[in-house]
């Protein structure tokens, strides 16, 4: 009997959704957008099941962000289990200075700390507030944020994210930008 061939593999790899989920998942919450809008950018009534447009982002906001501020500075998020800083200390730093500074890190009686990866900093992005764009409990400045993710395509770059609004940039490595310390709760 003849074996299946790399052809029929990539067919099974490439059409057959299936999901992809990191060891460490856990549910985001809510992004705060809260408005549909048309292909022009224009808002509209948020469409029903079946009508053109509808599964927007605004139309599921089932898990509202779960923040409980500590009494040390740091901040739990009960959805994702991390604890951040509540805010930087006004210092800007190359990308291997942010992660040498996290990992170097004692704040609140811990030292487990490290540079958040790009998936964990956009959890704590409010995409329904700009200027700033975090989630309410925290602080930061006009600028971008660190993450530990490298860009992919180009080692010398490393992913992170723009405070007032919320968008994710590559950038240059040596650069100086602020950093945001995360930890796993135990």
Known sequence: MKQPG?????????????PVWSANWRPLPDTGLAKCYDTTGTEITCPAAGQPLYGQDAQYQEVPP???????????????????IESDVDIQRTWQGAVSYCNELVFAGQTDWRLPTKFELESIVDYGRSFPALNKVFTCQHSFY????????????????????????????TNNYYVRCVRDAE
């Open 66 to 84: 779960a923040y409980e501020k500590n009494n040390n500075q740091t901040v739990l998020d009960q959805h994702t289990g991390l604890v951040w």
């Open 6 to 18: 790399l052809a029929l593999w990539m067919f099974v790899i490439v059409l057959v959704p299936v």
């Open 146 to 173: 660190w993450s530990a993710t490298p860009h992919l395509h180009n080692p010398s770059y490393a992913w992170s994210v723009f405070c007032p609004d919320g968008a994710d940039h590559w950038v240059d490595k």
